[in-house]
């Protein structure tokens, strides 16, 4: 509805000469209010505004004025200032403030234990004193439950009946006395539906004097025979040792006047890696079982795969003839590895999720074994196996400078591993009490890695009494596993097994510790399930408090619980201030688990880390809520 205005007649004085002014010459004087009278018979007043009523042209004329064009200029730099003062603040808080981190994307191989089993002592199945694959798949079971993802197994391959376990004949073929090739598959096939992975050795550095390839290669009298070239053959043989002694040479009595090299024993001639035919037919059982369904390989005597193209003579390193005695320079840890490593790399990426192992000399230092991940821009093995170096009596600081000259060295983006043992060194048990065991399995399951179990250490196993030949399968480290109190320790129903078991498996057994609460089988249990926390299994890594009786660590992950392990490796009891050496570590914190020890703690009190205590060889793992980082 349009308003209606009743507008009365200015006042004015009429001139003579017109009775009513013109519209021209009708003027206001709008300096003053008082010569104009405008009324409004509308229900509002103007009162108070001054521009209420006036039309567009009038509106406009008044706002082009400069003081008008100013203010809105004022007005409009304000809200444009405001909001960009606000993107900025905004940008810089994105930028500036701690940002929760995205986890580190993890595959089956950084994520699981390896349990590493040595198939022959394992289990026997069929009652011939032997184990084999039908009794590794029979305790399927009791790895899962465990806390193990992977299964590795030892030797498997049809071999020559020889004492040992690299006499192979034929590396495309599980020996018969195991199982045979349908005793893998069913294992594969078990292991599988059960979430596990299976993984197999991978032994290219010899095969058995029995092998066809080296029949083959000895009787080829033509250079032309595709054969000739598979092993080493001279027929000017060096001063090069055998790692178990005497000479690396041995005459063939077919190729008269000629030398094969054999790095080990001497019915276990070197393969010649440089040769194409070689390469070729390792890269063939590679795919061959990749094809079967196996999830990797553990490349064993990897150190020893080339020697030098010249065969010159090694220099000595002291006055005696044995293999200690000379520097081994052109034998054992040639740059071509890293070469053969990438070509294999490529060879198992070709199928999704693989994984390759390699055994780095324990003796190399360090920085060689980082290669073993990758070298000049190629990638290597995703895990280096690192046997344990340090002795019996390692305190803290021992145990630290074990660790960071691992983690310090590692290349970015690769993964470390921590070894318990393989059945070619001394058992855990053998050279350390269970306390150590206990803090050990700690470190070594909770820092940033895929730890490598031998079978048996989950139980305390000790070395058994056996041939002491490193030649031998009878090794003290290869004792049949300890299930029960039964005879043999229920591995086998078998009057004879093939090696005696060891002397205290009434008493240290699997189903005895089973049902102990408190015994290591259960704390390895416990460990393994700890270590599938956010925390631990994504989380950063940062070294914590290290002295000659503690090393200290924290694991973290925004948004996450933090944890602070903290291990005394002292014979005696260390209270330590952990607060001041990581800042997130929190003055109040909850117990979550211990290797047992002098030392007691209470899952219902509080710990406070800057003031803890610790028994000897004891270890603790506390926890904490997540805290934000502020400005």
């Known amino acids: 509805m349009s308003k209606s205005y009743n507008l009365e007649p200015l006042a004015y004085k009429p001139t003579p000469e017109n009775s009513y002014p013109s519209e021209k010459s009708q003027q206001y004087d709008v300096s003053s209010p008082e010569s104009i009278d405008v009324k409004l018979s509308d229900n509002n007043t103007t009162s108070g505004t001054p521009f209420r009523g006036m039309g567009k042209e009038e509106l406009l004329q008044y ?32 930028l500036i403030y701690p940002k929760c981190k995205s986890p580190d994307s993890r595959t089956w191989w950084q994520n699981e234990v390896v349990y590493r089993i040595y198939v022959r002592s394992f289990k026997d199945s069929n009652g011939d004193g032997v184990g084999d694959l039908d009794g590794v798949t029979s305790k399927l079971d009791y790895i899962k439950d465990l806390g193990a993802g992977v299964i590795s197994l030892s030797p498997t391959y049809e071999d020559d009946g020889s004492d040992g376990d690299f006499h192979l004949t034929n590396h495309m073929k599980i020996d018969s006395a195991i199982g045979g090739d349908q005793g893998l598959q069913t294992l594969i ?76 024993l001497h019915n276990q001639p070197d393969l010649n ?44 390193r002291s006055s005696g003839d044995g ?11 040639l740059p071509e590895i890293y070469d053969m490593f990438a070509r294999w790399r490529t060879t198992v990426d070709t199928q999704m999720n693989r994984v390759l192992m390699a055994d780095p000399d324990p003796k190399s230092a360090v920085t060689e074994m980082m290669k073993y991940y990758g070298h000049f821009q190629r990638d290597g093995v995703h895990l280096p196996i690192r046997r ?16 960071n000259e691992w983690m310090n060295n590692l290349p970015s983006g690769r993964w470390p591993t921590w070894s318990f043992g393989d059945e070619s060194v001394k058992r855990l048990a053998s050279n350390h009490n269970e306390s150590f065991i206990r803090a050990f399995a700690m470190l070594t399951m909770l820092l940033p890695g895929t730890p490598v179990l031998y079978y048996g250490d989950e ?37 004879s097994p093939w090696i005696a078991p060891s002397s205290d498996f009434r008493m240290n057994n699997v189903k005895n510790q089973s049902s102990k609460g408190d015994s290591l089988l259960s704390f390895f249990k416990n460990l393994t399930t700890l270590r599938r926390e956010d925390s631990f299994r ?13 090393f ?22 260390q209270k330590r201030d952990y607060t001041s050496s990581h800042s997130t570590i929190q003055t109040k914190a909850s117990f979550d688990l211990t290797t047992g020890g002098s030392e007691s703690f209470d899952a219902d009190t509080d710990v406070d880390p800057s003031s803890l205590t610790l028994g000897p060889m004891q270890g603790v793992v506390v926890s904490w809520d997540y805290v934000a980082k502020e400005l």
Not at 69 to 92: D, E, F, H, K, Q
Not at 323 to 333: A, F, G, S, V
């Open 63 to 94: 706002s082009s004025k400069p003081f008008w064009r100013r203010l809105r200029m004022i007005c409009i730099s304000i809200i444009l200032l405001g909001w960009l003062a606000l993107i900025i603040t905004v940008v810089a808080l994105v």
């Open 388 to 403: 344990r170096p340090f002795p019996s009596n390692c305190n803290g600081q021992c145990v630290g400078n074990y660790v």
């Open 538 to 550: 994504i989380g950063e890594y940062h070294s914590a408090l290290v002295d000659n009786s503690i």
């Open 552 to 573: 200290s660590f924290v694991r973290e992950f925004d948004g996450k619980k933090g944890y602070l392990v903290a291990i005394n490796f002292a014979e005696t009891a």
């Open 323 to 333: 293999y200690n005695d000379y520097n081994h320079i052109y034998t054992k840890n």
């Open 189 to 264: 096939t078990k292991a599988h539906e059960k979430g596990l992975k299976v993984l197999l050795d991978f032994i290219p550095t010899h095969t058995s004097d029995q092998s066809v390839w080296f029949k083959e290669s000895e009787a080829a009298k033509l250079r032309n025979n595709s054969y000739r070239n598979f092993y080493v053959w001279t027929n000017t043989p060096t001063n090069w040792k055998s790692v178990y002694g005497g000479d690396a040479w041995n005459e063939s009595s077919v190729r008269t006047g000629e030398y094969y090299l054999h790095h080990f």
């Open 459 to 495: 139980i305390n196993m000790m070395d058994v009494t056996a041939n002491a030949s490193l030649t031998s399968r009878k090794h003290p480290s290869r004792g049949l596993m300890q299930w029960d109190n039964t005879d043999n320790g229920g591995f086998s129903n078998s009057s």
């Open 273 to 316: 890696l440089r040769s194409p035919q070689v390469k070729a037919k390792l890269n063939e059982i590679l795919v061959h079982w990749l094809n079967q369904s196996v999830d990797g390989f553990y490349i064993r005597n990897s150190a020893y795969m080339f020697e030098d193209y010249d065969l010159r003579d090694e220099p000595k």
